[in-house]
Each structure stands twice: as C-alpha cells, then as structure tokens.
C-alpha cells in the first residue's frame, strides 16, 4: 500500500541553527501535502499546506519565513525551522493526499518527526 | 474553530471490556476518520465513514455517524492491552481543501491488562 516517509524520526538541535524534515511519498504522487505541529498531549495543528510547484498556504499565526516549506517535487515535501528555538520543541508530521482514479481521495500520514532544540 | 471534540479526555477500563469514544464537530462533512497514534508516534488509520453512512464495521471497531447531531461515536469491543493509545477522530470538512483534516483533541485510552 501507498507509505509516507519522514525523516529524520528525531533529531536534536542547538538553538539558532535549522533543520530541516523531509516528507517523501513512496509510491504515488502526491500533489498536496500537509505538515501538522503536535505539543504533548495534544492534537495535531495544522500548519500549513503543500502543493507542488506553488507556494504553502500557511495556517494563521504560523510564521512563514520561520517555517520554511518547500514541494519541489510530487513526492517530496519539506519542513525547514529556521533560527529554531526550544518553543519550537515539538512532533512535526507530515501527511500527503493520494488521488486514485475512481476512488477519491486517500490521506497517509507519515510516522513524524520529533525536534528538540536545546 | 471546526475542530472536533472527543469525550471523555481519558478513558480507563480492563481487558475484555467495550470502550466507547465519542466527538462532535461543527460543520458539514464529505467524512470523518477515526485514527490511533501511540505515545510519540505516528497516526494510524483506523476507520473512515463517510457522510451518508450511519454505521461501519472493521474487526472489533464499530464508527456511528449522526450528521443532525454532528457526532460520530468509536466502539472498541472486548479490548486488549495493546489497545491502549490515543484515540482521534478528523473530520474533512465539505469546502475545505482537499484532503486537509480537522483533528479533534483525542482521547486517552487505557486497557489494564
């Protein structure tokens, strides 16, 4: 079946570097694909919508110029945190939308990725 | 917020017993999606009903959806320990972008074995 994968599944960074998350669909294309935010305990947020070849579309109150999303590709979608801060400790997960002929579509979400800036 | 609610928050029960989530949502559905994640990990799929269903099966899950009620109801029957997760429902909402989801709060189950 059709997997997403996001890498890394952890990572640890010092304050005011970057790191970037990738998501990557496996076997299909994806042309839109979404990045949540996830605090302990709590749901998933949205942060932002990903379509190949165009600009995010950004959730109110996400800073654009901090979380950088780039989908140059249809199965590539990525997530760069800038300048990152520990409030910016968190599990990121992407997901990404199958479109099947005749079957509408079908969402798969990666096994996300947990950042600790320190 | 279109944001879906679970109740209870928390959830305790043994082994072999049925746990019942419920969520409520706020405004027309294509669907809504059930999904498990455990601690610090990924979502799982669970069960998808879609609007003009009231019922669906898969193993021991049994999803209710009552669109005039805007509220859709996880039934886990005869539960293990290894049911123990976070319990999610999503709904996609009618008009929305394709394929973005509207994650509730989520409930905590946990089976003691």
């Known amino acids: 079946g059709a997997v997403v994968s996001q890498h890394p599944s952890w990572v640890i960074c010092k304050s005011g570097t970057s790191v970037k998350i990738e998501c990557r669909s496996l076997?299909?294309?994806?042309?839109?694909m979404f990045w949540y935010r996830q605090f302990p305990k709590q749901s998933l947020m949205l942060m932002a919508t990903s379509n190949e070849g165009s600009k995010a579309t950004y959730e109110q109150g996400v800073e654009k110029d901090k979380f950088l999303i780039n989908h140059a590709s249809l199965t590539l979608s990525t997530l760069t945190v800038t300048s990152a801060h520990p409030e910016d400790s968190s599990f990121y997960i992407c997901s990404a939308r199958y479109r099947r002929q005749g079957s509408g579509n079908t969402i798969y979400f990666g096994e996300g990725s947990w950042l600790t800036v320190v | 917020s279109q944001q879906g609610e679970e109740d209870p928050q928390a959830l305790s029960i043994q082994e072999g017993e049925n746990a019942t989530m419920n969520c409520s949502y706020k405004t027309s559905i294509n669907n809504l999606q059930w999904y498990r994640q455990n601690s610090g990990r990924g979502l799982v799929h669970l069960i998808l009903?879609?609007?003009?269903?009231r019922e669906k099966h898969s193993g021991r899950l049994r999803v209710t959806l009552d669109t005039s009620k805007k509220s859709s109801s996880l039934l886990i029957t005869a539960s293990r320990a290894a049911d123990t997760a976070s319990y999610f429902c999503?709904?996609?909402?009618?008009?929305?972008?394709?394929?973005?989801?509207?994650f509730g709060r989520g409930t905590q189950l946990t089976v003691w074995p």
């Open positions: 076997d299909f294309q994806a042309t839109t």
């Open positions: 999503a709904t996609d909402v009618r008009g929305s972008t394709l394929g973005r989801l509207y």
């Open positions: 009903i879609r609007s003009n269903e």
